[in-house]
């Protein structure tokens, strides 16, 4: 590891690492690589690919691939940050995952008309990406240390900002790129924006802070908890009830895979990763006390910090079930909307970037101090529970211009905004926030590990809207549906509302007993 002597320097007087142009400029060409190809995903699937599936399936059907691929992007930071922690470091787990980034980009140019090829393409976009995805923001974090962690969250509003640039010019551009010129120029594209991505990040490697990777721990999270189910209690402490709930979620994991043919393989292995984790987790926490002696106290208390975390992290999953239906469902919905005829639906995507760029210096020049002089503490908890909120409204205002269109009134598409404004509002509150927030918590061994945790409230975030697709397939369900007047759309929009008003009450609660931790490293 690259070492600094440790100072005192007062906030205006810290310094920026120089290194940090390298990884945000790096981050705006991936970023537009990403969105460039997965903005005009849906629109691909409905209007090439799945064209041999009958129309009225092929919505869903759509809908399903993309929801799946969004999952494996999500899924599998798990996978980089354990490679980087444990063996290589972030540094050239990165690089080799932006190779087979680049190769999975290549494989949608190519294969355009080969739905095996494309998902394969697909496959290795969400490998990659994933794999890259927490490991990129906790780099950032480890070019601070305590004397100029200050300046940790403005580069990490910065490092926001530049991948919403990068979402900006993909989303108005790809949209047009795919229509004028194809499925091969309009993938190729962002793959070529990827391979730049990659060439200047290893631009800078002589620059960089490296962590080095942690070795074999005999005190690591998992050891402490795998002592606390395992270990026998003492006096009155002898009962097994966190065992128990844990074993209860491994059978329950087990079961889930017969829904496979149902929801499928992705969707049912994300199920069962979530009974794994939930009943493991609350189990483990039951049970921690008992792992004292066996593992330092210093091992005990971390795994309790991570815990708590984890509990807030679900919490925002609902977010993420309605932030990733914008490039879903809210594109099907614009296609039953009057717009331009050279408008496409997908274009309207380009409204939340350019959004987030207008809103992250409003709040943070003009918003935040304002408040803060009426003597209104916006902490990071307050905000990210105030964003899950703001999606909510925002989903109720997108149900009832969805009632007004079954209704059978022509709706332009710039209702669409109000929506957009919303959802992007709520975005910048529990995105931007929720990055410095799970590097700043995690313990200086689980860096990646815990940014990967945050990722993966994302892909748990979209297994929600898998389930709640499955759930409509049912006829007894939409039967049950018919009878509140509502179309199956509809009454899913004003579902996922509620779903994430529920969400923001309760983690609202939760932040209330949460105490903040700093784990910038000190050298």
């Given at each position: ?225 795998k002592t606390a189910l395992f270990a026998e209690g003492k006096g009155a402490d002898q009962g097994r009830s966190g065992y128990y709930l844990a074993l209860a979620g491994g059978v329950l994991a087990i079961a889930g895979m017969f829904l496979i043919p149902q929801i ?191 990722n993966l409230s994302t892909t748990i975030g979209n297994l929600w809207v898998l389930l709640a697709n499955s759930s409509v397939k049912s006829e007894a369900v939409t039967e049950q549906i018919k009878t509140t007047g509502m179309s199956v759309t509809a009454f899913q ?31």
């Amino acid at each position: 590891m690259s070492h600094s002597t440790e100072t005192t320097q007062k906030p205006d007087q810290a310094k920026m690492p120089s290194q940090i142009p390298y990884i945000i400029a790096s981050e705006g060409c991936e970023r537009f690589s990403f969105y460039g190809m997965r903005n005009i995903l849906t629109v691909f699937l409905m209007t090439s690919l799945l064209l041999s599936i009958p129309e009225p399936l092929r919505k869903g059907m759509a809908k399903e691939v993309f929801h799946t691929f969004v999952i494996g992007v999500y899924f599998f930071p798990l996978l980089g940050g354990w490679l980087a922690d444990r063996y290589f470091g972030k540094y050239n787990t990165v690089l080799w995952l932006s190779l087979v980034y680049c190769a999975g980009h290549a494989c949608l140019a190519i294969f355009e008309d080969n739905r095996n090829g494309f998902y394969t393409g697909l496959f290795l976009i969400a490998l990659g990406s994933g794999g890259i995805k927490p490991l990129v923001s906790s780099f950032i974090g480890d070019q601070f240390d305590q004397s100029n962690r200050s300046l940790a969250q403005k580069v990490f509003d910065g490092f926001y900002w530049i991948i919403n640039f990068g979402s900006f010019f993909a989303s108005l551009l790809m949209p047009i790129f795919l229509k004028q010129f194809g499925a091969s120029i309009a993938f190729g594209i962002p793959g070529v924006l990827m391979f730049i991505a990659t060439v200047v990040f290893w631009l800078g490697r002589k620059k960089y802070v490296h962590v080095e990777p942690v070795a074999k721990d005999p005190h690591s999270f998992l050891n402490v908890v795998k002592t606390a189910l395992f270990a026998e209690g003492k006096g009155a402490d002898q009962g097994r009830s966190g065992y128990y709930l844990a074993l209860a979620g491994g059978v329950l994991a087990i079961a889930g895979m017969f829904l496979i043919p149902q929801i499928g393989i992705v969707a049912a292995l994300c199920l069962a990763l979530v009974f794994v984790l939930g009943f493991g987790g609350a189990g483990a926490w039951m049970q921690l006390e008992r792992a004292r002696g066996v593992h330092p106290d210093i091992a005990v208390d971390g795994v309790r910090s991570v815990l708590r975390i984890l509990v807030l992290f679900a919490l925002v999953t609902p977010f993420w079930s309605l932030f990733d239906q914008k490039a879903s469902t809210w594109v099907l919905q614009a296609d039953q909307m009057d717009k331009p005829s050279w408008f496409q639906s997908s274009m309207m995507q380009a409204l939340n970037p350019m959004l987030v760029m207008l809103l992250i210096p409003f709040n943070n020049l003009i918003l935040y101090p304002m408040l803060k002089r009426m003597g209104i503490e916006l902490t990071a908890l307050r905000r990210m529970g105030l964003g899950i909120a703001f999606s909510g409204i925002a989903w109720i205002v997108v149900g009832f211009m969805q009632l007004a269109i079954d209704g059978g009134n022509m709706l332009s598409i710039t209702w669409q905004i109000l929506p957009y404004a919303l959802l992007t509002f709520g975005e910048v509150l529990v995105s931007a926030t929720g990055l410095e927030f799970a590097y700043s918590q995690a313990p200086l061994a689980m860096k990646g590990v815990i940014m990967s945790f945050w990722n993966l409230s994302t892909t748990i975030g979209n297994l929600w809207v898998l389930l709640a697709n499955s759930s409509v397939k049912s006829e007894a369900v939409t039967e049950q549906i018919k009878t509140t007047g509502m179309s199956v759309t509809a009454f899913q929009m004003f579902f996922f509302a509620g779903f994430a008003l529920l969400a923001a009450f309760a983690f609202a609660a939760y932040a209330k007993k949460y105490t903040m931790l700093n784990n910038y490293r000190r050298v």
